[in-house]
């Protein structure tokens, strides 16, 4: 069935998934091992800089990015998992490859030119590009029409001098649909969570989130989709609503369409259980 | 909506030194917005701002700074780039808040948003200290400066039951390297 050879990638986990995703980043590495994908975490990689540093400092932000960069290997594309650090990183990259001044900067500290060619690869692009070669006829049912909202948030939205990205409108849809799911039509599918307003102003996050899960629930969805170990984090944590619908992130109801048996320690780490859904549904 | 948002603002504009920082800082040029208010029409979080996108960047125009670096709106902008995907002039508007936020830590006024600067520095101290994020430690203190230990007490028990919130920070090995990140300013 699957002809493309092994594919090696280095792989930025980033804080989220190293830590309170770690579901995702588990099931992200199962399923690339499935796909033919062969994950090599980068070395020692520190955080992006995340939204608080391109909040309060600028050469702080590009300095953190920069030391990932620079230490990614020149024969690889760099996987980046979480939509807000390949924004944060591709932006640094691009800073790197235009600003001679800067650039000359951070090679002299890290003794060796910079690699403009490096390719940041999302995680989207490289299930557009390795999945549908393992898609068909054997894999259709898989899902077992299993009823999801897509939950892209923010992550489809890019800053103006990233414009040329590709945008991954749909991708979620497109490939679950394929594998036996049934995606079902909501209004909220790119309403922003909220990200760090939820511990400085969890009333805001709050009120979005309860009214998500209010259209999620009124659509009949079995679960919410998600992308985003940040989106994934707000949706539990801050909806106060008596019967929220369980989130999955994208990479673990993937992993359950490829077979991935060693799921045990995924959905017990999720704040809204997912579990008797997916047993009503014969996934797990 | 606040206040100031129903404020009309007709000053003539005449271009300040301020809002040329702020377009170099930025990287944007904000003189092609015609104020069509797309950006904040579609901004989750305009209601909780004190001007909308479009007139902090009318007042930068006219060079009113206090008012822009003490607005709540900087803060307020998470970034997600609604408004800018769907601004007609292609203005990064994220770009320009960001930049201001950045403005008003240096030249340190009164920040209307305190709390939200406090969380963003708390999760900076954890990377300069494990060159990583580390959620518990960011909150216990978040909420050490904020004398609140009752509020989401139990969405926090359960994080932990859950395993969720680890107890130790995943750490960089050559921390050497993640100072030097902070400390370039010093080292030019
Ligand atoms: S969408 Fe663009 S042009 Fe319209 S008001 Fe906002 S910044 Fe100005
Ligand atoms: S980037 Fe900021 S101003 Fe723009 S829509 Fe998002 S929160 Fe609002």
Redesign the interface.
Known sequence: MNTSPIMDVSYFPGCSLATTAKENDHSLRELCRRIGVNLVELDDWNCCGSSSAYAVDHDLALGLAARNLFMASPDRPLLVACPNCIIRLRLAHQELSRNELMRYRFEKKWDKPYNRDLKILHFFELMENRIPEYMGKEVSEKLKQLKFVPYYGCMLNRPNTLRNEKNYKGLMEKILTGLGAQALDWSFASQCCGTFLSVARPELVTSIVNRMMDDAAKTGADCIITACAMCHMNLEVRCTLKQPVPVLHFSEILSLAFDVESHNNWFSRHLVDPRPVLKSRALI | MTKNQNETITEIYTGSDFAKEVKQ?A??DFNACYHCLSCGGGC??SE?MDYLPNQIIRLVQLGRKKEVLESSSI??C?????C??QCPN???I??VT??L??MA?EEKVTVA?P???????E??NT?HRY?????LE??LR?KFYKKDWF??MG?GM??LA?????LLP?R???MK??K???N??QAG
């Open positions: 800082r990287g944007t989750p979080f909780a803060w307020i998470v970034g997600c780039n609604n800018s995907v292609s203005v990064d994220s770009a960001h930049a936020c950045q830590v948003e709390d939200i600067l406090k969380f963003h520095q999760v900076l990377v060159g990583r994020t580390h959620k960011i909150m978040y509020s989401d969405v359960k994080m859950r395993r969720k919130l680890e995943s960089v090995t050559q390297d993640v030097f990140a902070f370039q300013k």
